[in-house]
């Protein structure tokens, strides 16, 4: 049913039939006992790999694109994935240009260990994930790429040097579970302002950049409730003011020199 098989490659199929997966990654990646491709059905080295797919019933991994593969997915039709989408483990993508047109993932966005992407571009349709997960991208700057996105289950936000904030994640009212920790650079959680239902896990830790009163203040305005599993430790120690801005740098006051968020 549907719209027929591609005659090659084939990596578009029907609704309603069995799950498929597929990746897009270097051939040699295939038969690799520890890749997240070992044993999914696989394209190859295609130049545009996702052109004329426009759903996938099981789940995508886009994986190891190195120096000796291609830096971008071209262009593609793809608005649905019915199941998980892995972009993983890429030396050499810059962004995730060529997924534009995509809406919706019905399981996990994971975006780990990318050591070029400085942004997410070309999310920036995404409406819906069931949980999204960003580990461990050497030079990822920003999120700001999804700006309509909702989460169904988890957020996490591991290990991202240079993260420096969560803009992006604006249109996020509510999460099963919140995750932010060990982002060096990460300074505030402005980027969650509209968040304000967190019902399960809330570990908010390890970040030497953000203001541990400020994400206090962030998990006391959540109103989790008693015996909900709160984390919140091991961020910066700051000290800060609340006066009028004139005295901040005053060099008599007390507030000179000190973090200082204005009246």
């Known amino acids: 049913g549907g719209t027929p098989y591609p005659a090659h490659p084939p990596y578009y199929w029907c609704p309603n039939e069995t799950p498929h997966n597929f990746c897009v990654a270097p051939a040699e990646v295939q038969g ?14 295609q130049s545009h790999p996702l052109e004329d797919v426009e759903e996938i019933s099981g789940f995508l991994v886009i994986s190891e694109q190195s120096a000796q593969h291609p830096s971008s997915l071209g262009s593609s039709e793809l608005t649905k994935i019915h199941g998980a989408l892995a972009i993983s483990g890429n030396d050499q993508m810059l962004d995730l240009g060529g997924l534009d047109k995509l809406e919706h993932v019905g399981g996990a966005l994971n975006v780990i260990n990318n050591h070029a992407m400085a942004s997410l571009a070309g999310l920036s349709s995404l409406t819906s994930v069931q949980s999204l997960a960003v580990y461990s991208n050497s030079v990822l700057e920003s999120l700001e790429e999804m700006p309509h996105l909702a989460i169904e289950d988890r957020l996490e936000v591991i290990d991202n040097p240079q993260l420096t904030s969560l803009s992006g994640l604006g249109s996020l009212t509510s999460v099963t579970d919140l995750v932010v920790m060990g982002n060096a650079l990460l300074s505030s959680l402005e980027g969650l302002a509209q968040l304000t239902s967190v ?65």
């Open 32 to 45: 690799n006992p520890y890749s997240w491709c070992n044993g999914v059905s696989f394209p190859g080295q």
């Open 199 to 263: 019902s399960g896990l809330i570990r908010i830790v390890y970040n030497p950049s953000l203001c541990q009163h400020e994400a206090e203040e962030f998990v006391e305005a959540l109103s989790p409730n008693q015996g909900q599993p709160v984390f919140v430790h091991d961020n910066q120690e700051c000290n800060y003011c609340v006066a009028p801005a004139d005295v901040q740098n005053d060099p008599d006051s007390l507030c000179n020199g000190v973090s200082f968020p204005g009246q």
